[in-house]
């Protein structure tokens, strides 16, 4: 059954690719040229092979606190908001630059909870989504950090991007997401504290036992724990979509995904 799973990911056509912080940065925090590059490299591939692609991408506040050599995040909203207006600037450049060099043109899309929640703007949202997919383009999306306030912030955002690639998975019935982290996939414990821990190649069914298999903590320069990445599973999958996390040093692991490889943790899709 599970390499039944694999290989149909070798049909998926709309694909969501999720890369964290840890993925685009170096431990210091200053960025991770030659990871982004083969990112472009291999995300522009798809598009040649006639995938739709949309890249969430975190890293707009780590990006900002490399520009100004912060070593640790700011507590104070207004300055984690001006460092998320520097990083964005600077994350979209170095994207756009990137993926021109393989002749793939990008576009930026920053959301909010109302962009989703909200009917009108939601439709919106989705025909600039598909608007873009027809012309060949790669939408890159972020959450607009820099409209959020302390007080509203539970209101406004996801508050990680693993639940927003999940969101928007299911908002563009993409048949794929796979969220690249800097773990190899889910364990039934925590690998950074429990040496003895295993990795789960496929998850059927995400229930207490596997809940429980979770810890909360991310890394210095990302959010998300292995919580959010199951509630984005949860959403993802119940929208019809599979879901794969898997470890982002290498991005050629996406090929090795759609090649149906056992690499990572396949979340399989329920039947809708």
Do not use: W
């Amino acid at each position: 059954m599970e390499i039944n799973h694999r290989l149909s990911l070798k049909d998926a056509k709309r694909i969501v690719v999720k890369v964290g912080s840890s993925t685009l940065t170096h431990e210091n925090g200053r960025m991770n040229f030659t990871r982004m590059d083969r990112l472009a490299m291999v995300l522009s591939e798809l598009m040649n092979e006639e995938k739709e692609v949309i890249l969430v991408s975190s890293g707009c506040i780590a990006v900002g606190m490399g520009k100004f050599s912060l070593k640790k995040r700011p507590a104070a909203m207004g300055m984690k908001q001006a460092l998320a207006a520097v990083g964005q600037c600077e994350l979209m450049n170095i994207y756009s630059r990137l993926f021109a060099t393989y002749n793939q043109t990008v576009a930026q899309m920053l959301l909010t909870k109302p962009d989703i929640n909200d009917e009108i703007r939601k439709k919106n949202v989705l025909n600039t989504f598909r608007s873009l997919i027809d012309l060949g383009v790669i939408p890159i999306v972020n959450e607009n950090d820099t409209v959020s306030v302390d007080e509203i912030k539970s209101l406004m955002m996801y508050g990680d991007n693993d639940t927003l690639s999940a969101v928007v998975t299911r908002l563009v019935e993409a048949d794929l997401l796979i969220i690249l982290s800097d773990i190899d996939g889910f364990y039934d414990s925590n690998p950074k504290e429990n040496k003895e821990s295993k990795l789960i190649s496929v998850v059927d069914t995400i229930n207490d036992e596997i809940r429980n298999c979770a810890g909360a903590a991310g890394t210095m320069r990302g959010t998300g724990g292995m919580v959010t990445k199951l509630d984005a599973a949860q959403i993802a999958t119940q929208a019809g979509a599979n879901m794969v996390i898997a470890n982002g040093s290498d991005p050629i692991i996406i090929q090795k995904i759609l090649n149906g490889d056992d690499v990572g943790t396949l979340f399989v899709k329920k039947q809708v």
